[in-house]
């Protein structure tokens, strides 16, 4: 037992301790009984309401970012990522926001609409978009499309019965050095059309033959986790070249010239991250430079973030089941949750932090390792992270910047149930989608 268990009252002339709002939603505080409150709820009381492990969504920290985008490029479409975390609540949100959202499957379409987002808000993305997926989107009248391959030429040809508005997708083979799996804008990659290649110009020759297809303008896209604003201006050189050849070559003017996503965001204290005011110089000044080279009219500018958008309004709650200090080894701190939930430490190698959510700790720390349940070396959260030495099975453990990329890259491995996601907003909480159970699960066998 602490002294501040036997005397509460010595807590008021303590000072307040703080979580560093660089890794957690800004509306994120510790109340009087030292508990980790987001968005004016208490994470434990989350925990115990609607159990381990669960998604937190801070609904203001998602406004807050859609705004700073809002107000970073006020004359450029920003157009949120779905893939990074789609539900209809994210849906509405992003949407009241003003900005509108890129898809990359049917399901997603599905939901967006399912949310009232206005169809010609929608854009639909991705590589290898099937048949049935392309038939949808055009019956829905989305907005864009985003080609990817001469395949997808010659699908929509057979598809667009009235005009559709296309966007081509070209790799200007500009290598962002990160990790392999999230490179996409180095030519040697599975996205897109090298620029500047026999196939490239193919596809454009081909959507200019068609009626039905209207070509408006070029996409690239870079990477993720890019905190280096100068690979965009690079990108807008190197687009804005290619759109006044294509002007040159067919007499045609494309207006949108979208830069995709992939703007860093910090997961750990000390990470570096995307600056919107230096992001938005930067692409200002090769803009205004690109076009008086290339004696092209200025295009509209459209941005995909995703990650940027949610991944600070997300914390995902455990509860520890296990402290196991190995001899001559690690600690390992064992909870009810793990690579289901959060994959992106086993395809990635990503490192997040863990605290303690149900009580401030005032006495010595131990150097642990957080892992999960599932049955897999490899489970492992939050390595070497610093967590009470007196850290005891049923404590709730708080995991922050878990919005991007994990309810989405979710999965039932083992038949665990992937957790629900809980919206917190000034001091109220409420499911927005529930947990899975082994009902769903069964639902779908018809052995």
Same mark, same amino acid.
């Not at 997040?352 to 349940?373: E, F, K, L, Q, S």
């Given at each position: 037992?602490?002294?501040?268990?036997?005397?509460?009252?010595?807590?008021?002339?303590?000072?307040?301790?703080?979580?560093?709002?660089?890794?957690?939603?800004?509306?994120?505080?510790?109340?009087?009984?030292?508990?980790?409150?987001?968005?004016?709820?208490?994470?434990?009381?989350?925990?115990?309401?609607?159990?381990?492990?669960?998604?937190?969504?801070?609904?203001? #920290?998602?406004?807050?970012?859609?705004?700073?985008?809002?107000?970073?490029?006020?004359?450029?479409?920003?157009?949120?990522?779905?893939?990074?975390?789609?539900?209809?609540?994210?849906?509405?949100?992003?949407?009241?926001?003003?900005?509108?959202?890129?898809?990359?499957?049917?399901?997603?379409?599905?939901?967006?609409?399912?949310?009232?987002?206005?169809?010609?808000?929608?854009?639909?993305?991705?590589?290898?978009?099937?048949?049935?997926?392309?038939?949808?989107?055009?019956?829905?009248?989305?907005?864009?499309?985003?080609?990817?391959?001469?395949?997808?030429?010659?699908?929509?040809?057979?598809?667009?019965?009235?005009?559709?508005?296309?966007?081509?997708?070209?790799?200007?083979?500009?290598?962002?050095?990160?990790?392999?799996?999230?490179?996409?804008?180095?030519?040697?990659?599975?996205?897109?059309?090298?620029?500047?290649?026999?196939?490239?110009?193919?596809?454009?020759?081909?959507?200019?033959?068609?009626?039905?297809?209207?070509?408006?303008?070029?996409?690239?896209?870079?990477?993720?986790?890019?905190?280096?604003?100068?690979?965009?201006?690079?990108?807008?050189?190197?687009?804005?070249?290619?759109?006044?050849?294509?002007?040159?070559?067919?007499?045609?003017? %494309?207006?949108?010239?979208?830069?995709?996503?992939?703007?860093?965001?910090?997961?750990?204290?000390?990470?570096? #991250?995307?600056?919107?005011? #230096?992001?938005?110089?930067?692409?200002?000044?090769?803009?205004?430079?690109?076009?008086?080279?290339?004696?092209?009219?200025?295009?509209?500018?459209?941005?995909?973030?995703?990650?940027?958008?949610?991944?600070?309004?997300?914390?995902? %709650?455990?509860?520890?089941?296990?402290?196991?200090?190995?001899?001559?080894?690690?600690?390992?701190?064992?909870?009810?949750?793990?690579?289901?939930?959060?994959?992106?430490?086993?395809?990635?190698?990503?490192?997040?932090?863990?605290?303690?959510?149900?009580?401030?700790?005032?006495?010595?720390?131990?150097?642990?390792?957080?892992?999960?349940?599932?049955?897999?070396?490899?489970?492992?959260?939050?390595?070497?992270?610093?967590?009470?030495?007196?850290?005891?099975?049923?404590?709730?453990?708080?995991?922050?910047?878990?919005?991007?990329?994990?309810?989405?890259?979710?999965?039932?491995?083992?038949?665990?149930?992937?957790?629900?996601?809980?919206?917190?907003?000034?001091?109220?909480?409420?499911?927005?989608?529930?947990?899975?159970?082994?009902?769903?699960?069964?639902?779908?066998?018809?052995?």
């Amino acid at each position: 037992m602490t002294l501040l268990e036997i005397f509460p009252s010595l807590r008021s002339g303590m000072p307040s301790p703080r979580v560093d709002t660089s890794v957690w939603p800004c509306e994120t505080h510790y109340d009087d009984l030292g508990r980790i409150t987001v968005g004016g709820v208490a994470l434990a009381d989350i925990a115990d309401q609607y159990g381990t492990p669960a998604y937190v969504l801070d609904e203001t #920290e998602v406004r807050r970012r859609c705004q700073a985008y809002r107000k970073h490029f006020p004359d450029a479409e920003i157009i949120y990522a779905a893939k990074a975390l789609m539900t209809k609540s994210v849906a509405r949100w992003i949407s009241q926001e003003g900005l509108s959202v890129d898809v990359c499957s049917a399901g997603e379409l599905a939901i967006a609409l399912a949310a009232d987002v206005d169809p010609q808000r929608i854009v639909l993305h991705g590589t290898g978009k099937p048949f049935c997926e392309l038939e949808a989107a055009v019956a829905a009248g989305v907005g864009r499309i985003v080609i990817d391959s001469l395949t997808e030429v010659t699908l929509l040809a057979a598809l667009a019965t009235k005009p559709q508005q296309v966007l081509l997708r070209l790799s200007p083979d500009i290598d962002v050095h990160g990790h392999p799996a999230v490179r996409t804008g180095v030519t040697d990659q599975k996205f897109g059309l090298p620029l500047g290649s026999a196939q490239a110009d193919e596809a454009i020759a081909r959507i200019m033959r068609h009626p039905n297809l209207k070509l408006v303008g070029l996409h690239c896209h870079l990477g993720s986790q890019i905190h280096e604003a100068d690979f965009y201006g690079e990108a807008v050189r190197r687009m804005v070249a290619e759109m006044a050849r294509i002007r040159r070559d067919y007499d045609v003017t %494309l207006t949108e010239l979208d830069l995709g996503g992939g703007h860093a965001v910090a997961y750990r204290c000390g990470d570096a #991250e995307m600056n919107l005011a #230096e992001l938005a110089d930067i692409v200002d000044d090769s803009l205004d430079a690109a076009c008086a080279l290339n004696h092209f009219p200025r295009p509209h500018i459209a941005m995909e973030p995703g990650r940027a958008i949610v991944a600070h309004a997300g914390v995902t %709650l455990y509860r520890v089941m296990a402290v196991k200090h190995i001899e001559g080894g690690r600690t390992y701190v064992i909870v009810d949750g793990g690579m289901n939930d959060n994959p992106r430490v086993a395809l990635y190698g990503a490192r997040y932090d863990a605290v303690v959510a149900n009580r401030h700790p005032t006495g010595p720390h131990m150097t642990a390792t957080v892992a999960g349940r599932y049955c897999e070396a490899g489970d492992i959260l939050a390595a070497d992270v610093s967590l009470p030495a007196d850290l005891r099975p049923g404590e709730v453990l708080a995991i922050p910047c878990t919005g991007a990329y994990h309810h989405s890259l979710a999965s039932s491995y083992n038949g665990v149930g992937r957790p629900p996601i809980v919206a917190v907003h000034e001091g109220r909480c409420h499911e927005v989608l529930r947990r899975e159970t082994p009902a769903d699960l069964l639902s779908r066998d018809l052995g």
